[in-house]
């Protein structure tokens, strides 16, 4: 019966209690009254330490229940710095500086996430490692709260408000997921497994650490694979990357043979060894300033062993040398295997001479009866011929030579057995010679190519002549020559240099044009005419430029006389010979550079000097009455090939050609546009002249 009394005085009182509401409001008061406050409510002890020292504001405008009411004397002293330390039924309030110094709510079956009590929490991780989250956790508990991890039980140790540390076991558990940390096999094809990890690793090594990736590499060289161990994540990161750094090469390994389409491989491979040659020497510099030792790694040593040598035979090029090296070589010769331009060289060397001789004069002989001694003469010659040539020439007809046969003579005497035999002759010769040598050579080179044109005879010349000194039959010596032989003709060298505007061509130039000239007197041998020049020249796309020319104009005149008888007026003339010479000598050197970018235009000129050719041909077509050679056809040009432009213009059989003629030198074509297909029936020069063009004479010239 008196059990019953005390239980039910029990459940009055805490019903009583339950049912109690409280409507704090505390202005500027003392911490310590309301500690007060809530042991009165609450039943709870406390203990306040000295240091607990605040004048706190609380002002609530609903009643609260003594549980809700000490909750919020909880959070009062998290506000100003305090907190409460339950020890067994005494709860301590405290500075929060030493809060994790005592024994507070250890290990709690439950961490509610509304309390401000102090709690410490034990939390294993399962898939990361507990010391990577503590550098992660650290900034979100404060400076009194207590984090830290045990990593040989990959657990964390957590001291701090229950609302807080209930917070870091839910992130906790969001980053501690299950994680695949299976390892995924890669072979490779092309690349080797031991220089791919090295690649990776490299990569890798410094971002892994920091970001606490734990991921590995491993290479297997039996079987040329690469071993990848970690989270799936990075592993699919590294699988690309292996993969792409498992590509062939163009070709294939370190060896490649490259084909050449335009470059000479016999000339260009001796400077690609001096360049492999001078880029092994610097990275082996740099590695060897960088690492002791470093120029020894398997890198340098294949760069130092790259080699490279021409086949003439396909005119290509076989490299060996690794990565590094095989790119900078084939850039090298991709900017160096390239089409270059052509260019046309026409020239026309025009030479105009004019001769005129004229001789005039008398010659006269008296002789006694017998012919042997004369009375009196004047026989200078005429022409190379005098009355006593003539003479000769009458008593012996074999003496007649063609010397005597030139000009006109008139002879007039007496020839009787007695008295004075007397003889004259009046001699005139007049002789007119010109010549007109037109000579229009051309060539075709590539850019930065010498080209010679050579339309030449070789011409003996006797250098020196003796004998062997022994006697053959007849006693005669052998005599022996020694000769000489000169080209002479028409020598055209030329070297172009294409400006890199594309614009302007640059002529290295040597021209020589020699003919074999008339034997004057004295002459031992034959004698030759030459006109050279040798010269560098920078003219326009198109343009035309003399090179250099001759101008001479040579009067001479010449007189034989008697003295004092060749100066008497009429009667003079009995007693004089007279000559005159004229001489006038025009020789200019034209030069007109034109370049063939494309094949188009190449056949372009091409097809006109074809055109050229056959329509010379077709001109000399004239049918005999009675022909020498029947059934024999006279040989001839085939047509054009398909597909040239000329060819392929609608109508069109042969090019009418226009005379030889030069463009004007003040407007040179346009360096950048390519030479259009003439239209049919449209005129056009094998030679310099452009259609449409006019001739400009040179100065002097006849």
């Not at 004019?354 to 004369?374: I, Y």
């Not at 200078?380 to 003579?409: C, K």
Request: proline share 8%; net charge neutral.
């Amino acid at each position: 019966m008196c059990t019953l009394v005390v239980l039910m005085s029990a459940t009055l009182s805490y019903a009583q209690q339950q049912a109690q509401r409280i409507t704090p409001n505390f202005k500027d008061a003392d911490i310590t009254q309301i500690a007060e406050a809530v042991s009165a409510a609450t039943g709870k002890n406390f203990i306040i330490d000295p240091r607990v020292r605040a004048q706190v504001t609380m002002l609530s405008s609903t009643p609260m229940s003594p549980a809700a009411f000490y909750e919020a004397f909880l959070s009062i002293l998290q506000v100003y710095g305090f907190v409460a330390v339950p020890s067994g039924d005494i709860v301590k309030i405290i500075p929060d500086a030493n809060a994790r110094q005592m024994p507070g709510n250890d290990l709690p079956d439950h961490v509610s996430s509304t309390s401000d009590e102090f709690v410490t929490q034990v939390v294993d991780v399962r898939n990361v490692s507990a010391s990577q989250l503590v550098p992660i956790l650290r900034p979100m508990v404060p400076q009194y709260a207590h984090l830290v991890a045990y990593p040989a039980g990959n657990i964390l140790i957590i001291s701090d408000r229950a609302s807080n540390v209930n917070r870091m076991i839910r992130i906790i558990r969001r980053i501690d997921q299950i994680g695949n940390a299976d390892v995924d096999i890669v072979p490779l094809t092309n690349a080797s497994a031991a220089e791919i990890v090295r690649v990776v690793n490299s990569l890798y090594q410094g971002a892994a650490a920091a970001e606490g990736a734990n991921v590995k590499v491993v290479a297997d060289e039996r079987s040329n694979s690469v071993l990848i161990g970690g989270d799936q994540s990075q592993r699919l990161k590294i699988k690309a990357l292996v993969a792409h750094l498992d590509t062939p090469l163009e070709s294939g390994g370190d060896t490649r043979v490259r084909y050449l389409h335009y470059a000479n491989a016999e000339k260009i491979a001796p400077k690609l060894k001096e360049q492999i040659t001078g880029i092994a020497a610097a990275s082996a510099g740099t590695a060897a300033g960088g690492a002791a030792g470093a120029a020894a790694s398997p890198l340098a040593q294949a760069e130092k062993n790259a080699m490279i040598w021409a086949d003439p035979s396909n005119n290509a090029l076989v490299i060996t040398a690794p990565p590094k090296i095989m790119h900078a070589v084939m850039n090298i010769i991709d900017k160096l295997d390239i089409r270059k331009p052509q260019v046309l060289v026409e020239a026309i060397i025009a030479e105009v001479d004019v001769n005129k001789d004229s001789e005039l004069g008398v010659n006269w002989a008296a002789f006694s009866q017998g012919g042997t001694v004369p009375i009196g003469s004047f026989v200078s010659p005429v022409g190379g011929t005098s009355i006593v040539d003539l003479a000769g020439a009458a008593q012996n007809p074999a003496n007649l030579s063609t010397t005597l046969l030139q000009g006109t003579t008139i002879g007039i005497g007496r020839v009787a057995g007695t008295g004075v035999n007397f003889a004259a002759m009046l001699r005139a010769i007049r002789e007119d010679s010109d010549t007109n040598v037109i000579a229009t050579p051309s060539a075709v080179t590539m850019d930065n190519q010498e080209a010679e044109l050579k339309v030449a005879q070789e011409v003996p010349f006797v250098t020196g002549q003796y004998t062997s000194g022994t006697a053959v039959a007849g006693g005669q010596v052998n005599p022996f020559q020694t000769i000489q032989r000169e080209e002479v003709g028409t020598i055209l060298k030329v070297t172009p240099t294409i400006s890199p505007e594309g614009g302007q061509v640059m002529l290295k130039i040597s021209i020589e044009s020699s003919s074999i000239g008339a034997k004057p007197a004295g002459a031992v041998d034959l004698v030759t005419n030459k006109r050279t020049i040798t010269t560098t020249v920078l003219i326009e796309d198109g343009g035309v430029v003399a090179l250099g020319g001759l101008i001479e104009n040579d009067s001479t005149r010449g007189e034989t006389r008697v003295p004092f008888l060749g100066s008497i007026p009429l009667i003079g003339y009995l007693f004089k010979t007279r000559s005159a010479t004229s001489t006038k000598n025009n020789l200019i050197m034209f030069i007109r550079p034109k370049i063939l970018r494309d094949p188009a235009q190449a056949a372009y000129e091409t097809d006109i000097k074809y055109n050229y050719l056959l329509d010379q041909q077709n001109s000399l077509k004239t049918r005999e009455a009675i022909p020498l050679l029947p059934g024999v056809a006279r040989g001839k040009l085939p047509p054009l090939p398909p597909g040239s432009p000329q060819a392929s213009a609608p109508g069109s059989t042969s090019q009418s050609v226009a005379p030889v003629t030069l463009p004007p030198t003040t407007a040179p074509a346009a360096p950048a546009t390519p030479a259009p297909s003439p239209p049919p029936g449209a005129s056009v020069s094998p030679g310099l002249p452009a259609p449409n063009s006019t001739a400009t004479p040179a100065p002097g010239t006849p």
